[in-house]
């Protein structure tokens, strides 16, 4: 069992900016794609960044291109979202996740955290 675990999230005020964390003990985290997704109070979860096994190839959605910025630290094992220019809209749990591909599907991953919540303040 990979187990995932967030770290970062708080209270923001809109334009400001935030980094959020995603650890995991495994020795083979390397070997996974990874992601970020989040969820609003209400709405379905939605993709918001992915990663490569290698850290070369990374996938944004439309929504926060531009802004936040997604990387990895193998060695560490430890995914990233730096988040800037931050809006009320981006309010949301933030999930990291890890599986076979960085595409944009949910259904790409394997292995989820437990999420780590997110506020933009107008």
């Known amino acids: 069992q990979v187990q995932l675990v967030e770290s970062g999230g708080g209270l923001v005020q809109a334009g400001g900016s935030l980094r959020l964390s995603c650890a995991t003990s495994?020795?083979?985290?390397?070997?996974?794609?990874v992601a970020w997704f989040r969820q609003a109070a209400g709405k379905e979860r939605e993709f918001v960044a992915a990663?490569?096994?290698?850290?070369?190839?990374?996938n944004f959605a439309d929504s926060v291109k531009g802004r936040f910025t997604i990387s990895r630290d193998n060695a560490k094992n430890t995914l990233y979202l730096q988040m800037n220019s931050l809006k009320p809209e981006d309010t949301a749990v933030y999930y990291c996740?890890?599986?076979?591909?960085?595409?944009?599907?949910?259904?790409?991953?394997?292995?989820w955290g437990q999420g780590t919540q997110v506020t933009v303040s107008s």
């Open positions: 990663i490569s096994w290698g850290g070369r190839s990374t």
């Open positions: 996740a890890a599986g076979r591909t960085y595409g944009a599907s949910d259904r790409d991953y394997y292995y």
């Open positions: 495994t020795r083979t985290f390397s070997s996974y794609a």
